[in-house]
């Protein structure tokens, strides 16, 4: 069901959210101006009052994915240059297949918007990938019985971004990485190949918010 507190975690949720925005990105930047708020892309449509698609939230039966991957696809190995084109979504697809039979009602990361729950996660994100830290601009969500948020590490992800194009994990590993994930796990080890052998990496981590709603800008 919707809820108003995190849904993965008995932490309250934050007054004020810190988002990156996007300012060469036109719509946001419209609704930044216009509109003082910005929306999550499921939480946007369902203002179009669809009885349908409102039934499909409530019950966590969207589907999210744009792509499925080709059940025919001749060869079992991949190019260098396919490997790379393909493996960021191969990283959101299997998240949102877990959160899709495991956790239908978490915000999905293809539809949330993403936040931090404090500025010095910004300046570590800033530090760390180089993110303009200018940018960010601090957001209130605006009450809704629609509104879902999810507490999770992002480092997760950024590990599983390398690891999807250096090495192939089989579905037992996968379910325990985005296991972990969902149910808002911190640091976690993968052992993983380099040009110089087999390495441990560890994620790290930095919390961030997946935000299913309106956040309404403060600044």
């Given at each position: 069901?919707?809820?108003?507190?995190?849904?993965?975690?008995?932490?309250?949720?934050?007054?004020?959210?810190?988002?990156?925005?996007?300012?060469?990105?036109?719509?946001?930047?419209h609704?930044?101006?216009?509109?003082k708020?910005?929306?999550?892309?499921?939480?946007?449509?369902?203002?179009l009052?669809?009885?349908?698609?409102?039934?499909?939230?409530?019950?966590?039966?969207?589907?999210?994915?744009?792509?499925?991957?080709?059940?025919?696809?001749?060869?079992?190995?991949?190019s260098?240059?396919?490997?790379?084109?393909?493996?960021?979504?191969?990283?959101?697809?299997?998240c949102?297949?877990?959160?899709?039979?495991?956790?239908?009602?978490?915000?999905?990361?293809?539809?949330?918007?993403?936040?931090?729950?404090?500025?010095?996660?910004?300046?570590?994100?800033?530090?760390?990938?180089?993110?303009?830290?200018?940018?960010?601009?601090?957001f209130?969500?605006?009450?809704?019985?629609?509104?879902r948020?999810?507490?999770?590490?992002?480092?997760?992800?950024?590990?599983?971004?390398?690891?999807?194009?250096?090495?192939?994990?089989?579905?037992?590993?996968l379910?325990?990485?985005?296991?972990?994930?969902?149910?808002?796990?911190?640091?976690?080890?993968?052992?993983?190949?380099?040009?110089?052998?087999?390495?441990?990496?560890?994620?790290?981590?930095?919390?961030?918010?997946?935000?299913?709603?309106?956040?309404?800008?403060?600044?």
């Amino acid at each position: 069901m919707p809820t108003t507190g995190i849904m993965n975690s008995n932490e309250t949720l934050p007054e004020v959210f810190y988002i990156f925005t996007d300012r060469e990105n036109f719509l946001t930047m419209h609704n930044l101006k216009i509109g003082k708020c910005i929306f999550s892309a499921a939480f946007s449509q369902l203002s179009l009052k669809d009885s349908g698609f409102i039934k499909a939230y409530l019950k966590g039966e969207l589907d999210y994915l744009p792509f499925i991957p080709n059940p025919v696809m001749d060869g079992r190995l991949f190019s260098m240059f396919n490997n790379s084109v393909t493996s960021q979504y191969r990283v959101e697809y299997n998240c949102e297949l877990y959160r899709r039979y495991n956790n239908p009602t978490f915000p999905s990361r293809l539809s949330a918007c993403y936040a931090f729950g404090d500025y010095e996660s910004c300046e570590s994100v800033n530090k760390i990938y180089g993110w303009d830290i200018g940018s960010v601009q601090r957001f209130r969500l605006e009450p809704s019985p629609f509104n879902r948020v999810a507490k999770v590490n992002m480092e997760i992800v950024s590990l599983m971004r390398y690891a999807e194009r250096c090495s192939m994990s089989d579905p037992q590993t996968l379910n325990l990485i985005w296991g972990h994930y969902w149910n808002g796990g911190g640091n976690m080890e993968l052992e993983l190949p380099t040009v110089d052998g087999r390495e441990v990496f560890k994620t790290g981590v930095i919390w961030e918010y997946l935000v299913e709603g309106k956040l309404v800008l403060i600044d």
